[in-house]
C-alpha cells in the first residue's frame, strides 16, 4: 500500500504533504531530522492519511495536494474543525 499523508509542525503553522509505501518509519525520519524540508519544523504530528493501491495513484494524489492548495487547505479545515 501507497499513502499520501499531511503533517503539521508543533512549532508554527505549517504544514508538510508527502507520500511513502512506509507509513510509520516515513514519520519517525520527519521528526528524527533526517528530512531536509521539515527538520526546521519537527515535532510534526501527522494529520491526515489517504491509502492508495499503487505507487502512481499516491503520486498523482500528492500532486494534486501541493498543487492546487485550496484542496490541502480543505483538508486541514475539515480536520481542524473536528
Known amino acids: 500500500m501507497w ?7 508543533s512549532l508554527k503553522r505549517w504544514y ?3 507520500s511513502t509505501n512506509r507509513l510509520e518509519a516515513r514519520l519517525k525520519e520527519h521528526n528524527g531530522g533526517k528530512v531536509t ?3 526546521s519544523y519537527k515535532p510534526l504530528e501527522m494529520i ?6 499503487t505507487e502512481k495513484e499516491a503520486r498523482s494524489y500528492e ?3 501541493k498543487d492546487k492548495r ?13
Open 70 to 82: 485550496i484542496e490541502k487547505e480543505r483538508i486541514i479545515k475539515q480536520i481542524e474543525s473536528v
Open 48 to 53: 491526515f492519511k489517504i491509502e492508495f493501491a
Open 3 to 9: 499513502y499520501v499523508y499531511i503533517l503539521k509542525s
Open 63 to 65: 500532486k494534486l495536494l
Open 16 to 18: 508538510y504533504v508527502g
Open 37 to 39: 524540508s521539515t527538520k
